[in-house]
Structures are given as structure tokens and as C-alpha cells.
């Protein structure tokens, strides 16, 4: 278990900037809109011939032409997880207001996540490697394929000097990145960029989450990915994530930040127990500890983003802890990435944008495609809902027993 | 193989393989201008120099890549390689 630091030492840490690629939207606004619309990203995989392989639906990012947004040396040597955050970021930068050149490089740190890295360069390479040898590949292979590759250059980009690194545990990391740019902003660094952005859609990406199990069989894009639903069969895999601007309130107000989207206000995370030990899995505590972190009631948070697996036994799970907590029916529940698919490590770091958004507008985005399942007592939101958000909670399972929680707040103006 | 190893020739495999700094137009005079200057840093040239390699059949010594190389040194250090007569 680890949680924030401890109480004395609690500087405000704020959301001053948003950068966003999703199936469905390319940038914040468009995003934003497509997600309070219902409009999904998910369909046929058309990135390589996919018709011979189980699973055939994805989140696919439209329309990204790298090309015209990064530089011909970048281009050589990026994975396309890595042009997705390299733009992300552009824009999460622009989105605060925040000049890097104009701030000391040692000011300003990057600490992302990252799933499973560059698989499609790492494809194109090794695939040289084995049809022609060894001087076919990529000297670009030594770093594009890497997880921390994604922090490197956009720290290379923008000066970016500070703390940075990568943390990599499955979908939960995209919180727990975060959670670690939080501390290295408690520890003194005004300014870090945040969260993730995830691309493997191409056939040696594709085979590997195939193996990982619970990849959606169905054929038809609104009935493949439907958690919470009694027809739940697994998920749909999607590109993208967000990038989040993230400092210390003070340097924010100092410089006259444009605007505050709202406070990371607590985190934890919890490792579940050994698979049939008998013992409750890690999420319930996770979610009790980022409350506490954030010195919050469960009656205060008005919105669960939820973790979302769509599968029948991880979503009862996800259901109980949050029943558990906070009661049957008793908060808001939505899964806004049914219109995305799971993206891994970028998922969280885009609900945490969203729930900014959330609370930006007052309005919970909606779960699509799907019936609530009686049985799990949750309130999803299956279309638009207005109402005032102060306080949502975003949750974060990954692969091996990964729980996280995070509580995002509105800060009064 | 190839016979001769030219400017454009260069120019390409710059561009095929490290790509292009905006800041920077291969198609000015660049002969005398370290590829340090152009933007090309150690990697890009580890690049560059494999591509030669592949694509001409030729070995470039490790001794090769100095700070201070240019493509008019470099050309003249394949030219030589192509014709059989180390560059002087």
C-alpha cells in the first residue's frame, strides 16, 4: 500500500493543462463533445489485415497525420505511441499557457506511463532483423520501442529537466504515474507533465493482448464492450490517452495560470492477494485510502469513473468495492471509455481529463451501448447526466493484481 | 552496387533515415558544415553510417565518425571505399 506523503507536508497540487487523443477525438474538444454525444471510436481494426484473428473490433485513432504536427527528425525515430503523446503534449502545454522555453528546464520534470511500449517500430525491427539481419534494423530501435521513451522525448522536446521516469503497471499506472508526479511536485518541482498514452494496434501488439486474455470476440462494435451488462464478453482494445499538465498551486497562481481544471486530492494503491487465497481483493482499501488521502466522505464525490474490465467476474468485483463504500445506488457510476475502448496505461490519465471536464461543465458523460446488470447495484449513467460535479473518483485496475483510486476536486476560484 | 557515392545520394539516406531538421535545408551548401552542426548527433550518423553500409556493401572504420566530420570527408571516405583507394 503506499498513499501521498504524509500529512504536514500537503501542497496543493493542481490540473492546469489537458492534451487528449482518443478513437473518438483527436484533441480535447473534439473529444469532450463526441464523449457528452455517445459518439464511440470503436470498429472494425482496419491498422493491418485482422480478419484471421479472434478479435477484430478496436479503438482506433482516425486522421492522425504526424507528419504535419512533429519534425522529420522526430519522425525517424518515434513509435506512434510516442508522436500521439509528443502531440498530447504539445497540446497540454498549450492548454496552461505554459511556455517551456520561458521556464528553467530543471522547473519542469515528465513522468509518464506506459503499457507495453513501441510495438509497432519494435515490429518493423525485428521483422528486418529476421528477414535480413542485423544491420537492417533501426538504430532508432534501441530507444523507440522502450517504455520511457515517451517521458525522454518529451522532455528532449520542451527542456524538460526534472524528475522524470516511467511507471509501468498495466492499466493502474496511468494513476499511479500521476500519483508519482504528485510527489515529485511535494518534494519541489513546480511543474510536471503527466499521464500517458498507449499505441500497439498492429499484429505483434495485437497477438500479445490476445495471450493476455479477455480481449472481446463479438463482431459488432455496440455490443462488444459491455461492462456492468449481463452480457459482458470481455473488452475492446483502443489506442491513445492523455497528457496533464500538472503544478504545485502556487506556481500556478504565480504565473497566472489560465485555468485550474481541479486538485489531485488524494491517491493509493493496493496489490490484491494471491488468486484463491479467499482473501477480498486490493480495490475496496484502494478506494478507501485515496478518500482519506483526500480527507473526503464517500457522500462528497459525485462521480465513479470506473475501471470498466467487461468481464462478469472483474466487473462483480469492481461493483462490490464500490457498493461497499459507498452504498447500493448510492453514487453515480460511468464508464465513458466504452466509447474508446481500454486503452492500458492511457485510460486512466483520459478519465482523469474527462473528469476535469466533468467538472469543468457539470455534467457526467455517459456508459454507452450498455443495460446496467440488476444484480451489481451500481447507478451507472447511460446518457448525459447535469448535474454540479465537486469531487470524482477515477479508478484503475491492471493485469496482475494492480489496484489504484484518485480523487480529483474542483478548487474554488 | 553502386558505384560512385554523390551529395544527393547522401542527402537521401539523411533524409530516409534520421530525417530532416526543420531548421536546417540539405539542399543549401552543407558539404563543409559538420553533421554535428546540421542536427545529426551520434546516433543519427550510427544510422546513417549502417545504411551506407547496406546499401553501398562497404565497412566504415569506427574511427570514421568524428565530431568534426563533414559530408564532404565523409563522401570522399566512401568514394575512396567504391574505388578501392582509401581516402587520403
Redesign the interface.
Known amino acids: 500500500m503506499t498513499t501521498g506523503t504524509p500529512a504536514g507536508e500537503r501542497t496543493t497540487v493542481v490540473v492546469t493543462g489537458l492534451g487528449v487523443a482518443a478513437p473518438n477525438g483527436l484533441g480535447l474538444d473534439r473529444y469532450w463533445s463526441a464523449t457528452l454525444s455517445g459518439d464511440s471510436g470503436i470498429g472494425p481494426l482496419e491498422r493491418f489485415a485482422a480478419a484471421s484473428y479472434p478479435a477484430r473490433l478496436a479503438g482506433e485513432i482516425k486522421g492522425f497525420k504526424a507528419e504535419e504536427q512533429l ?7 518515434t513509435d506512434r505511441m510516442t508522436r500521439l503523446a509528443l502531440v498530447s503534449a504539445d497540446w497540454a502545454l498549450a492548454d496552461a499557457g505554459v511556455t517551456p522555453e520561458e521556464t528553467a528546464d530543471y522547473a519542469m520534470g515528465v513522468i509518464t506511463a506506459s503499457h507495453s511500449g513501441g510495438f509497432e517500430f519494435g515490429q518493423r525491427e525485428l521483422q528486418a532483423l529476421w528477414s535480413k539481419g542485423g ?2 534494423v ?3 530501435q ?1 530507444f523507440a520501442w522502450f517504455y520511457a521513451v515517451n517521458s525522454g522525448q518529451i522532455s528532449i522536446r520542451h527542456g524538460m529537466r526534472g524528475p522524470s521516469g516511467v511507471v509501468v503497471s498495466d492499466q493502474a499506472g496511468g494513476l499511479d504515474a500521476v500519483a508519482q508526479a504528485r510527489r515529485q511536485i511535494r518534494k519541489g518541482t513546480p511543474l510536471v507533465m503527466s499521464g500517458a498514452v498507449d499505441a500497439s494496434l498492429c499484429s505483434w501488439g495485437w497477438v500479445a493482448q490476445l495471450a493476455g486474455g479477455g480481449l472481446s470476440t463479438s463482431d459488432e462494435p455496440e455490443r462488444a464492450y459491455l461492462p456492468f451488462d449481463a452480457d459482458a464478453r470481455g473488452y475492446v482494445p483502443g489506442e491513445g490517452g492523455a497528457l496533464l499538465v500538472l503544478e504545485s498551486a502556487g506556481h500556478a497562481r504565480e504565473r497566472g495560470a489560465g485555468q485550474i481544471y481541479g486538485e489531485i486530492a488524494g491517491y493509493a494503491a493496493t496489490f490484491d492477494p494471491a488468486p484463491h487465497s479467499g482473501r477480498e481483493p486490493g480495490l475496496r482499501r484502494a478506494v478507501e485510502l485515496a478518500l482519506a488521502d483526500a480527507d473526503t466522505e464517500p457522500d462528497a464525490i459525485d462521480v465513479v469513473f470506473a475501471d470498466a474490465a467487461g468481464l462478469p467476474e472483474p466487473d462483480r468485483l469492481e461493483a462490490e468495492a464500490i457498493s461497499k463504500v459507498f452504498g447500493p445506488r448510492r453514487v453515480p457510476v460511468t464508464a465513458p471509455k466504452t466509447m474508446t475502448g481500454r486503452l492500458y496505461s492511457g485510460a486512466a490519465p483520459l478519465d482523469l481529463a474527462t473528469a476535469c471536464l466533468a467538472i469543468r461543465d457539470g455534467v457526467i458523460p455517459p456508459t454507452v451501448n450498455i443495460s446496467p446488470a440488476d444484480e451489481y447495484e451500481l447507478d451507472v449513467v447511460t446518457r448525459a447526466r447535469r448535474r454540479p460535479v465537486r469531487s470524482a473518483l477515477v479508478l484503475a485496475r491492471g493485469h496482475g493484481g494492480f489496484n489504484s483510486a484518485m480523487v480529483v476536486r474542483a478548487v474554488p476560484a | 552496387m553502386p558505384a560512385d557515392f554523390t551529395p544527393d545520394d547522401l542527402k537521401r539516406i539523411l ?1 530516409e ?6 531548421a536546417v535545408d540539405l539542399d543549401t551548401d552543407i558539404l563543409d558544415t559538420a553533421f554535428t552542426a546540421l ?1 545529426y548527433e551520434s ?2 550518423m ?2 546513417t553510417f ?1 545504411r551506407i ?2 546499401e553501398y556493401g562497404i565497412d566504415l572504420a569506427e574511427d570514421t565518425l568524428t565530431d568534426d566530420l563533414t559530408p564532404r570527408r565523409l563522401i570522399a571516405v566512401i568514394t575512396g571505399q567504391l574505388s578501392g583507394t582509401p581516402a587520403a
Do not use: F, I
Not at chain 1, 71 to 77: C, D, E, F, K, Y
Not at chain 2, 17 to 22: F, Q, R
Open positions: 519534425p522529420g527528425r522526430l519522425l525517424a525515430q544491420k537492417y533501426s538504430a532508432y534501441s | 533524409r533515415g534520421a530525417g530532416t531538421d526543420d542536427g546516433l543519427a550510427l544510422e549502417g553500409e547496406r
